[in-house]
């Protein structure tokens, strides 16, 4: 597991598309991201398999591979946004 020191550029233009979809906003600054090698990994949710995985209260895990997947990646900061592991319908509103 190692650290993505910054998070790519892109994400922050992500955050704010999440954002304006969900009529939420967060503080982007406040996440801390990591990058795990491979295009999944094993981790507790998801029946054990990951390629992204937001844990309480502002850490992501993204899969290297995944790493410029926007859809995966806006997925994981809408939990973010919601503070919740779960899926309420938003996730399915805003197509991630
Ligand atoms: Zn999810």
Redesign the pocket.
Known sequence: MSAAPTPPAAYRVWWEEIERCAGLSGDFDRVEWYEVPGSSYSCP??EGRCD?W?RSPHTIYMAQGRLYDRRLAE??M??DLLQR???PPV?QACGV
């Open positions: 949710a998801h992204g937001w997925h994981e809408l939990h592991g779960d899926h996730f």
